[in-house]
């Protein structure tokens, strides 16, 4: 698949079906997430992968929980029991660095553009991902992060979903580029 198709092509996916995803198909994804760029090249992601469904809904009821308390305009939407976080996916990932003061946003940066790499890595094997914001809110929530694998040395930096799409994924559209001080 050309990188462009996977570029334009890829988009949030919050509907998936049952099927898991194979060992072969997550491990590509993830190998794809560690050719990142670096800041000096210290590759500082770990990732944990979450397939039990148990966990996948504490993290969902756990992250509403920290909405309706630190996000008051939005409890109400988030006042369900549906599962309006990880839409039921079949695999949630977190991206997660070790806690740093001198590294901590280079780190997190890093952890972004690896999970851009793993988003086009997974749309080329034909699945779907959805990066999942609100669930950073755990990171307030050491009982949580320590109930899905994550170090106490570390934190959450990007969490998302991963799974095999209901549907095809639609077209997007995007603006022109607004450049500004390019002299030509």
């Not at 990142?36 to 509403?64: N, Y």
């Not at 008051?72 to 977190?94: G, H, R, S, W």
């Amino acid at each position: 698949m050309e990188l462009d198709v996977c570029i334009k092509g890829r988009r949030s996916v919050r509907a998936y079906t049952d099927e898991s995803i194979s060992k072969q198909q997550i491990e590509a994804v993830l190998e794809a997430g560690t050719w990142a760029p670096t800041g000096m090249g210290r590759e500082p992601w770990r990732f944990i992968i979450v397939e039990d469904k148990k966990l996948i809904k504490l993290v969902s009821d756990a992250t509403k929980e920290c909405v309706k308390q630190m996000m008051p305009p939005l409890a109400k939407q988030f006042c369900t029991e549906a599962d309006i976080v990880c839409y039921n996916a079949p695999m949630l990932v977190l991206v997660c660095t070790e806690k740093d003061q001198q590294w901590g946003h280079v780190s997190q940066l890093d952890s972004v553009l690896a999970t851009q790499n793993m988003f086009l890595k997974a749309y080329e094997l034909g699945l779907g991902t959805c990066y999942m914001g609100f669930v950073q809110l755990l990171n307030s929530k050491p009982d949580v992060l320590r109930k899905l694998g994550v170090p106490e040395n570390c934190e959450m930096t990007v969490p998302f979903i991963i799974g095999h799409p209901k549907a095809k994924q639609g077209k997007g559209k995007r603006s022109k580029p607004v450049i500004t001080n390019w002299a030509k």
